[in-house]
C-alpha cells in the first residue's frame, strides 16, 4: 500500500511540474482557451495514473488484447513523454537557480525594507517550455505511429561462413524467427502473410527460439492452424521462452500453471514442431550430419528464471563437427556457452525484441535495450564463434515498433 502510496504523490507532482511549463507557453491565450487547456491537461493526467494502477488488473483480462494493450500502450506512451519533457523544464530551472544566485550576490546591498532587483522572481524560459513539450510530444507521436508497425515483417537475409560446416551443408537455408508473442496479435490475415513469407523463402529447417505465448497456452488456439501451415523439408524446431512459463501470470494453483506448460508442449506437437526441451537431434544431408541442440530458457540475467540444461543437451551432439544451439535468451551465450561450449558453432536466440524501439541505419545501430543486453539484435562474433539475435516475429506491451521492426531471418550457411 505504500509504494501505491509513494507512487502516486510522486507522479502528481510531476504532473504539477509539468503544468507550470504548460501554463509559461499558454500564457497569451485568452482565459477560456486556458482553462479549457488545464481541464484537459488534468483530465489526461488522471487517466494515465488510473491506467497505469490498473495495469496489472488490465493484463489478466480475458477479453482482447486491442482492449487490453492499446489504452495501457497509450498511458505509458504519456508518462514517457512527461519524463522526457520534464529534463527540459530541469534544465530551465538550474539555469533560473544560477541566475538568481549571480544576481542576488553581485547587486549592491539594498536599505531596509525594500527588496532589491536581484530578488525578484525569474521567469520560466518559453523557449525551453515549448522545447521540452515539443519533445515530449514527438516522442508520443512516435510510439502511436509505431501502431501501424505491427505486422511490418522485414526478412533479413544473412550469409554465414564456417571452416568446419560439412560440404553437404554449405548452402543450407534456416528460417529463424522467434518471440511470437501469440496472446498480443489482433489480426489473423497480417500473420498469416508473415508465415506465406516464411514459406516462400523456401528454408530447409525452420527455427524457433522461444516465447510462442505471453503467458496462456490458449492464446494459441485462434493461430494454431495458421503456424502448422510452416513447413521445410528438414522440419520445423522449436525452444521454450521465459513467457511459456507462465511465471508472469496469476494462477489458482501450481497445478494449473503445470497444467498450462504440458499444453503448450502438445500445441507444439499439434502444430507438426519438434520441441526441443534440453535434447539434439541430428540434422542429416547427403550421408553427414550437424547437431542441433534446443535448451529450455536459461539466462545469464539475475532477473529472468533459467530452467535448461545445456549439459544435457548437449551430450548427444557432441561427436558433431558442427553444431546449432537454440537458447532464447542472448545473454546465456556470454554467460556460459562461449566458456565452456567452444565448439557450438553457432547460437540462435531472441528475447530482447529490440525493444520494439530503436535507431537501425547501415552505419548506426542504437536501441535502450543496449544498456541491458550486450547483444541485443543481429549477428555476433567472438572468434570463431556466431550469436544471431532475432527482432522477434511479434510483440508485447507496446502494440507496435518503432524503428525495430518484426523480423523473419533467412540464414544460409557457407
Known sequence: MVPILLFIVILFFLDLYIYQAVKTVTADLKPATRQIVTILYWIVSAATLFTIMAMPWLR?????????MYPIAIMLGILIAKLLSVSFFVVDDLRRAIQWVYQYFSSPASPAGVVAK???????????????????????????????????????EVKMVFKNLPA???GLK?????????????????????????????????????????????????????????????????????????DYAQWNSKEEKEQNLEKLKQTHALMGWKL????????????????????????????????????????????MP?????????????????????????????????MQFGVELPWFKWSPVQWMYRQWAGLYEE??????????????????RVGILPEITLIELA
Open 174 to 246: 534456416i528460417a529463424h524467427i522467434s518471440d511470437i508473442h501469440s496472446g498480443s496479435f489482433m489480426d489473423k490475415a497480417e500473420v498469416l502473410k508473415g508465415i506465406e513469407t516464411i514459406n516462400n523463402l523456401s528454408p530447409d529447417v525452420i527455427l524457433f527460439t522461444g516465447d510462442l505465448v505471453n503467458d496462456r497456452a490458449l492464446e494459441m488456439e485462434p493461430y494454431t492452424g495458421i503456424f502448422s501451415q510452416l513447413s521445410a523439408p528438414m522440419g520445423v524446431y522449436s525452444t521454450l521462452g521465459n513467457h511459456d512459463y507462465g
Open 118 to 156: 536581484s530578488g525578484e522572481a525569474i521567469s520560466r524560459s518559453t523557449f525551453l517550455s515549448w522545447l521540452g513539450l515539443g519533445v515530449g510530444g514527438s516522442i508520443f507521436g512516435t510510439l502511436l505511429y509505431g501502431f501501424k508497425n505491427q505486422y511490418n515483417y522485414q526478412v533479413r
Open 322 to 354: 558442427f553444431k546449432i544451439l537454440m537458447s532464447h535468451d542472448p545473454s546465456h551465450w556470454d554467460a556460459a556457452v562461449r566458456k565452456q561450449y567452444p565448439d557450438i558453432d553457432l547460437t540462435l536466440s531472441g528475447h530482447t525484441h529490440g
Open 60 to 68: 489478466n483480462q480475458p477479453s482482447s488484447p486491442a482492449l487490453r
Open 276 to 319: 526441443l526441451m534440453d535434447e539434439s537431434v541430428l540434422l542429416e544431408k547427403n550421408g553427414e550430419k550437424i547437431g542441433l541442440i534446443g535448451v529450455q530458457n536459461i539466462s545469464g540475467k539475475a532477473s529472468f528464471h533459467s530452467y535448461g540444461n545445456l549439459e544435457k543437451a548437449y551430450r548427444d551432439s557432441a561427436s
Open 168 to 170: 553437404a551443408f554449405r
Open 383 to 400: 572468434g570463431e564463434q556466431k550469436l544471431y539475435v532475432n527482432r522477434g516475429f511479434g510483440f508485447i506491451g507496446y502494440p507496435g
